[in-house]
């Protein structure tokens, strides 16, 4: 079993950056597909950002030019810069980790609170 642990949420006013980090609890494949998600309040949980093992990155078109999603291999890794940072990216967001062929490998973490201020 792995455990995903993140860090590095908090209270931020519009336009301010945080950096989001997750770690895991042991070293995992470089094939695993890294991600954030994030859930806002009477919302589903939604995909923000993810990256696979050679650096190939998807986004939520809401967060495009804004957040960017790096990971690093040997450290079993991954972060989320966010920058510009609006109220409607308040929510819990959580990272991610699965295999991209066995979907009994997809382990989440505890989430951390990102909360935007106007």
């Known amino acids: 079993q792995v455990q995903l642990v993140e860090s590095g949420g908090g209270l931020v006013q519009a336009g301010g950056s945080l950096r989001l980090s997750c770690a895991a609890s042991?070293?995992?494949?470089?094939?695993?597909?890294a991600g954030w998600y994030r859930q806002a309040p009477g919302k589903q949980r939604e995909l923000v950002a993810d990256?696979?093992?050679?650096?190939?990155?998807n986004y939520a078109d809401s967060v495009k030019g804004r957040f960017t999603i790096s990971r690093d291999n040997t450290e079993s890794t991954v972060y989320l810069q966010m920058n510009n940072l609006k109220p409607d990216d308040t929510a819990v967001y959580y990272c991610?980790?699965?295999?991209?062929?066995?979907?009994?490998?997809?382990?989440w973490g505890q989430g951390t609170q990102v909360t935007v201020s106007s």
């Open positions: 991610n980790a699965r295999h991209p062929f066995r979907g009994e490998y997809n382990y």
């Open positions: 042991r070293t995992i494949s470089s094939l695993y597909i």
């Open positions: 990256i696979n093992r050679s650096g190939s990155t």
